[in-house]
Nanobody, 122 residues
């Protein structure tokens, strides 16, 4: 079993930055960040593979950066140039499937954090 604990959410004005972190209790392979706004479906935001390869949703490309510290089993999401439409609950996800591929949707992940709220005001 792997437990994921997110931190770093909060409220910020448009154009600002936030950094989310996700601490994992065990080693994981692919990891990713998802978000869900009220009344909307959960959206995959960014993913990172075993080899460090990353992929992003078009809506955040160039503004968000995902990274993973394998030694500390910690996943991060640096968010810059935030927009009101980035407002959502953000979730960390992980899988122990060694054959995982990046950005394959929510079904590819077995472990989820409890979420951290990000609110961007205009």
């Amino acid at each position: 079993q792997v437990q994921l604990v997110e931190s770093g959410g909060g409220s910020v004005q448009a154009g600002g930055s936030l950094r989310l972190s996700c601490a994992a209790t065990g080693y994981t392979y692919c990891m990713g960040w998802f978000r869900q706004a009220p009344g909307k479906e959960r959206e995959e935001v960014a993913g990172i593979g075993i080899d460090g390869r990353t992929k992003y949703a078009a809506s955040v490309e160039g503004r968000f950066t995902i990274s993973k510290d394998n030694a500390k089993n910690t996943l991060s999401l640096q968010m810059t140039s935030l927009k009101p439409e980035d407002t959502a609950m953000y979730y960390c996800a992980a899988t122990k499937d060694w054959a995982c591929r990046v950005f394959q949707g929510a079904g590819a992940y077995s472990y989820w954090g409890q979420g951290t709220q990000v609110t961007v005001s205009s």
